[in-house]
C-alpha cells in the first residue's frame, strides 16, 4: 500500500516533469485534463457506482480553485 508521502512526492515529480515538458502554464490544461480522464477512468473502473462520487469531487475542486482564485492559496 502507497504511503501518503510516497503518492505526493510522486505527484510532485510528475508536476516537475509536466513544467519541463511544457514551460508555459496556460498548456498544462491539456495534461490535466488527461489527469482528470484517468482519475475517472480508475474510479469507474474500480466501481460504476463511483460516477457519482466523482462529480462530486469535482465540484469539490471547482470550489477549492475559486477559493484559490480569491484568497491566492491553496486549501487542502
Not at 6 to 14: D, N, V, Y
Not at 27 to 37: D, G, N, S
Not at 38 to 45: T, Y
Amino acid at each position: 500500500m502507497v504511503k501518503d508521502y510516497e503518492l505526493r512526492e510522486e505527484l510532485e515529480e510528475a508536476a516537475k516533469i509536466v513544467s519541463r515538458y511544457e514551460s508555459n502554464p496556460i498548456t498544462w490544461i491539456r495534461w490535466i485534463t488527461y489527469f482528470l480522464k484517468q482519475l475517472e477512468s480508475q474510479a469507474l473502473d474500480m466501481n460504476p457506482m463511483n460516477q457519482d462520487r466523482y462529480e462530486d469531487m469535482l465540484s469539490l475542486l471547482q470550489d477549492v480553485i475559486h477559493q484559490r482564485r480569491r484568497t491566492g492559496g491553496w486549501s487542502e
